[in-house]
């Protein structure tokens, strides 16, 4: 079964950093792209960032460029997303999912998500 779980989140203050983990279970992590999305209260949700199987990073959106990165570990069948310098605007449920090899806009197996909230 295929199944991703997000851990990390938490209260910080901003300008401060946040490391999150997507673990992957039930496939082969390699052959997988693997996106982080976040969706804030009363909002749509929205792609961040994503890792291709080849570990190619993907940007969704402009704000976190600079202050957001994508890596992954194959041997712990693990994705982060390390984020610095947080912004209050970066508060939301962050999720992880997956998609076959790219990434493209066929994500699947999304995890239950993680809460990030920036505030002082």
């Known amino acids: 079964q295929v199944q991703l779980v997000e851990s990390g989140g938490g209260l910080v203050q901003p300008g401060g950093s946040l490391r999150l983990a997507c673990v992957a279970s039930?496939?082969?992590?390699?052959?997988?792209?693997i996106g982080w999305f976040r969706q804030a209260p009363g909002k749509e949700r929205e792609g961040v960032l994503c890792?291709?199987?080849?570990?190619?990073?993907?940007f969704y959106i402009d704000s976190v460029k600079g202050r957001f990165t994508i890596s992954r570990d194959g041997a712990k069948g693990t994705v982060y997303l390390q984020m610095n310098s947080l912004k209050p605007e970066d508060t939301a449920v962050y999720y992880c999912?997956?998609?076959?090899?790219?990434?493209?806009?066929?994500?699947?197996?999304w995890g239950r998500g993680t809460q990030v909230t920036v505030s002082s």
């Open positions: 039930g496939f082969t992590l390699r052959d997988y792209a």
């Open positions: 890792i291709s199987s080849r570990g190619e990073s993907r």
């Open positions: 999912a997956a998609q076959r090899l790219v990434c493209g806009s066929l994500f699947h197996s």
